[in-house]
Nanobody, 122 residues
Framework: QVQLVESGGGLVQAGGSLRLSCAASGRTFRNHDMGWFRQAPGKEREFVAAISWSISTVYADFVKGRFTISRDNAKNTVSLQMNSLKPEDTAVYFC????????????????WGQGTQVTVSS
């Protein structure tokens, strides 16, 4: 079992930055691939970024060059550094964990946090 708690969301102006963090409980954190997803009002959940247990990363095209995912296995945390934020980045951001190959498919993730709101004003 892995329990996930996100933090770091908030209100920021366009062009600004935020850093989201996800704290994981459980001894097997280091064996899980971690992902960030987001869901804007009226839209489906979408993949943002993922990082494997071996620190390889995958990004959605719309965040490449702006967002960076990282993890600290000693602290059981995964982070998402978000720079050059745009109003269209406004969404609830979710942290997720899974044991399979690194994937952008949300249904492959077995564990989810409760989400943290990110609002980018224009």
């Amino acid at each position: 079992q892995v329990q996930l708690v996100e933090s770091g969301g908030g209100l920021v102006q366009a062009g600004g930055s935020l850093r989201l963090s996800c704290a994981a409980s459980g001894r097997t954190f280091r064996n899980h691939d971690m992902g960030w997803f987001r869901q804007a009002p009226g839209k489906e959940r979408e993949f943002v970024a993922a990082i494997s247990w071996s620190i390889s990363t995958v990004y959605a095209d719309f965040v490449k060059g702006r967002f960076t995912i990282s993890r600290d296995n000693a602290k059981n945390t995964v982070s998402l550094q978000m720079n050059s934020l745009k109003p269209e980045d406004t969404a609830v951001y979710f942290c997720a964990a899974q044991r399979g190959p690194t994937t952008s498919r949300g249904y492959e993730y077995a564990y989810w946090g409760q989400g943290t709101q990110v609002t980018v004003s224009s």
